[in-house]
């Protein structure tokens, strides 16, 4: 992969002189910086050629890195690092077991969600980029180059889905109806790369619960969907396209950014096990419901209903 020139994204991008810096942080300006960063990443993501989609096994044949989610989180650290140098940093492929979220603002970055999409070309991967401070997402941005979907938020000012320049909405994109349950809805539902042991026979035993009719004991909901990215999958929560995302076993750079564009489209996050109505950045197990004038907590209570465990990490 050609080296991507921190010089030259920079005086893309000038860094204010240290005496103009804000004391206030300026999460407007944050935004837009990592809406800029998110559309370099995109460009490496899209001129990506067969050598730097070759990939390495990491813990399975499901669980891939590609050079190029590497060179995507190089450079995106080295911008922040440039831009923000006192800001923590917390990204997917340099990610020590060690390390924790703190409660100093911290930049969250997947360069890749949907890793295995980009490795087959499948048009359903984005660079996810997060600001979280005290633990909380305050700006999200997820793009996803191929089909040249922006979504991104700031905390208390909205959340946009943008086409380009001349298209972009608000969200929800369309009046939110209310929700009228697991029968009446469609579900995101991703499959992660853990495919033995209790949390996978949980997810099998609870998607086949979820998809089953009545008279064969299940739910039937409209159907299921899965994107092969869970940043993208919440985006679409946020959005109105799908009423839930169930998930447990993903991390916290995939899903930091999609959370706060979650909540300011009207969202919620519950935790995908039953009885958490304040589940933490890092806790691995989510359960989104879109924005709606009513039925949000009853279809969380319906969700864990279905449920016969819990996810354990
Ligand atoms: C994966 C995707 C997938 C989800 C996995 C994630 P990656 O991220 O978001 O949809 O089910 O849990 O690890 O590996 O493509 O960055
Ligand atoms: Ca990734």
Same mark, same amino acid.
């Given at each position: 992969m050609a080296p991507i020139s921190i010089d030259s994204l920079a005086s893309e991008m000038p860094i204010p002189p240290k005496h103009? @810096?804000? @004391?206030? @942080? +300026?999460?407007?300006?944050i935004h837009d910086r990592l809406i800029f960063i998110a559309h370099v990443a995109g460009d490496m993501m899209l001129k990506a050629t067969q050598s730097t989609r070759l990939s390495e @096994?990491? =813990?399975? *044949? =499901? +669980?891939?890195? *590609?050079? *190029?989610?590497?060179?995507i989180e190089n450079m995106v650290k080295a911008v922040l690092k440039l831009h923000y140098p006192h800001f923590e940093f917390l990204g997917e492929e340099t990610f020590k077991t060690e390390q924790k979220l703190g409660n100093g603002p911290t930049f969250i970055c997947d360069p890749i969600d949907g890793t295995l999409n980009f490795i087959h070309g499948f048009p359903g991967s984005a660079v996810s980029l997060a600001l979280a401070i005290d633990k909380k997402a305050v700006v999200g941005v997820v793009f996803n180059p191929a089909r040249k979907e922006l979504y991104s938020a700031i905390q208390g000012r909205g959340a946009y889905l943008s086409r380009g320049a001349d298209h972009v909405v608000r969200l929800p994109v369309r009046d939110a109806s209310p929700l009228q349950g697991l029968s009446s809805s469609l579900i995101g539902l991703?499959?992660?790369s853990q495919r033995c042991g209790s949390n996978w026979d949980l997810r099998t035993r609870t998607a086949m619960k979820l998809m089953s009719a009545a008279d064969a004991g299940g739910q039937m909901c409209h159907s299921l969907r899965s994107s092969g990215s869970a940043a993208l999958t919440c985006c679409y929560v946020a959005a109105g396209f799908l +009423?839930?995302?169930?998930?447990?076993?993903?991390?916290?750079? +995939?899903?930091?950014?999609a959370w706060i564009i979650l909540e300011e489209a009207g969202g919620i996050m519950a935790s995908a096990n039953p009885g958490d109505w304040t589940p933490s950045l890092e806790g691995r197990a989510y359960l989104a419901v879109r924005g709606a004038p009513t039925g949000q907590k009853e279809l969380v209570e319906e969700m864990w209903g279905c449920m016969d465990g819990q996810f354990v990490f």
């Open positions: 103009l @810096i804000p @004391i206030a @942080i +300026d999460l407007q300006e @096994i990491k =813990s399975n *044949t =499901s +669980d891939q890195v *590609t050079a *190029t989610d590497r060179a991703e499959w992660g +009423d839930l995302w169930w998930e447990g076993g993903c991390w916290v750079w +995939d899903v930091c950014a």
